[in-house]
């Protein structure tokens, strides 16, 4: 009796260590295997567009001589669309002029709110070029004097503009 336990614990034994030994194989070779996933050694080229530009350090980069950097000279930096319908969607279009002395590149146009959607040429806008700040705004839902902005982002110095929408919004009656 004591010989077939000692056998029977000596088996358990033997498959415990031989499980662990497979544990420690699986372990290994999933370290191996995301090592060599995270090593992507690909020859091909890498894209950097204009989005990833640091538009600070561009803009702040040649202080020396500020008539060399792109600047913005906008015709007019707000607008008032004055009354309109509850639902109604209007748009307007800010002009403006690049009065530096380098191309100018807007990085980002975001606005105060999901109901405006501001849009703008991803291109490089050479000096003494125009370019415009396409802006929709959407009433649907709103109601009285709202007040919205879009924060443009380019390699100017500073490195932001405001511009700014209003509009008094009328519910319609009921019928």
């Known amino acids: 009796m004591v010989s077939s336990t000692l056998l029977i ?23 191996a295997l995301l090592f060599l996933s995270a090593c992507n050694n690909s020859s091909e080229p890498k ?25 913005f000279s906008f015709a007019v930096e707000s607008h008032d669309f004055g009354k309109i319908t509850q639902g109604e969607k209007v748009s307007y279009s800010f002009k403006f002029r690049n009065t530096g002395g380098s191309d100018l590149v807007i990085a980002e146009a975001h606005a105060s709110c999901g109901c405006t959607v501001p849009q703008y040429s991803r291109a490089p ?46 519910v319609p009656e009921e019928k």
């Open 9 to 31: 614990l000596n088996k358990i034994e033997y498959n415990i260590v031989r499980m662990n030994f497979s544990k420690v194989v699986l372990v290994i070779l999933s370290g």
């Open 47 to 71: 894209v950097v567009t204009t989005d990833a530009v640091n538009i600070t350090a561009t803009a702040s980069e040649n202080k020396s001589d500020p008539g060399s950097q792109p600047q």
């Open 125 to 170: 806008i050479p000096p003494g070029s125009e370019g415009l700040i396409d802006v929709t705004f959407d009433s649907d839902g709103k109601s009285g004097k709202v007040e919205k902005t879009v924060t443009i982002t380019a390699n100017t110095s500073p490195n932001t503009k405001v511009l700014k929408i209003m509009a008094q919004i009328e």
